[in-house]
């Protein structure tokens, strides 16, 4: 095995418990039993694990049920539903989205999501179906009252325009957050959450950590989205939710705020806004 492939060290635990509060458990390599395990040693007492097709929407309801220190988000993620109804046809994408509306409807599954739009890996053909996917998913987290979690890449105006027409849930969370200082500003001043992930401690994300700054503490979230964007000195390894502690120290620099008065804004903001 590779230096770059083995795991990171854990961390020294936080003194204040928070949450992973987008993690892809079916993703990684260690069984759901280890993972919460190593995520509660260093402080990390709550994973929200997020599906993004309906075969790992069904895993992870499932996993949620089996395991207190786990709940779950549902959702077709935007590159699925182009790849549905190329296939399927709207009937095909309709379908699904009205499993995952039976799926969002269950007390384990606290959230819609990752729903959004994705103008990095979809190109203009499938931006309609995009579109109309997370419209469905938005109305569902709505009409369920449950958190709506939006996947934002290079979309940014785009998303923002859909909220508004749709009208947003009570309770929206930007995962890995990736707008610039402005956008956290329009987020704020509609109450929506930010998570950030390990890529805020990226040399090269400066933009990213201007963002963090103007936001305001009351609505910051932290996430691994494991086994992705594991934060630096790490970069290139594996991720998992007990790196959480990594990115939490980072954001508290960046914030000028000490790390525990940090992890006790995540802990209630991620509460708060996935309503556990």
């Not at 027409?165 to 969370?173: F, S």
């Not at 594991?230 to 998992?240: D, E, F, I, L």
Request: hydrophobic share 45%.
């Amino acid at each position: 095995m590779e230096k770059s492939a083995q795991p990171a060290p854990p961390p020294v635990p936080l003194n204040v418990p928070v949450a992973d509060s987008h993690t892809h458990i079916d993703m990684q390599d260690a069984t759901v039993a280890r993972t919460v395990a190593a995520a509660a040693a260093v402080g990390v007492t709550t994973l929200v694990q997020v599906g993004c097709d309906l075969e790992r929407s069904r895993w992870s309801a499932r996993v949620a049920a089996e395991h207190d220190a786990v709940w779950a988000a549902v959702a077709l993620h935007p590159n699925e539903a182009p790849r549905l109804e190329r296939d399927g046809g709207r009937k095909a994408l309709d379908a699904a989205l009205e499993e995952i509306a039976e799926l969002a409807a269950r007390p384990e599954v606290l959230a819609v999501g990752e729903s959004g739009l994705d103008h990095f890996r979809t190109g203009e053909e499938g931006r309609e179906a995009q579109r109309y996917s997370f419209r469905r998913h938005i109305e569902t987290a709505k009409r369920l009252g449950k958190a709506l979690v939006i996947h934002d890449r290079d979309a940014h105006e785009d998303v923002l325009r859909v909220l508004r027409e749709e009208g947003a849930p009570e309770r929206t969370v930007f995962h890995c957050f990736s707008g610039d200082a402005e956008m956290a500003r329009v987020c704020a001043a509609n109450g929506w959450f930010m998570s950030f992930a390990g890529n805020v401690t990226f040399k090269n994300a400066r933009p990213l950590r201007e963002a963090l700054d103007a936001a305001p503490p009351e609505l910051l979230l932290v996430e691994t989205d494991a086994p992705f964007l594991t934060p630096a000195p790490y970069r290139g390894r594996p991720n998992a939710p007990y790196m959480i502690p990594y990115t939490l120290r980072a954001m508290a620099e960046v914030k000028g705020l000490d790390e525990d008065a940090l992890a006790e804004h995540v802990a209630a903001n991620t509460a708060r806004a996935f309503g556990y």
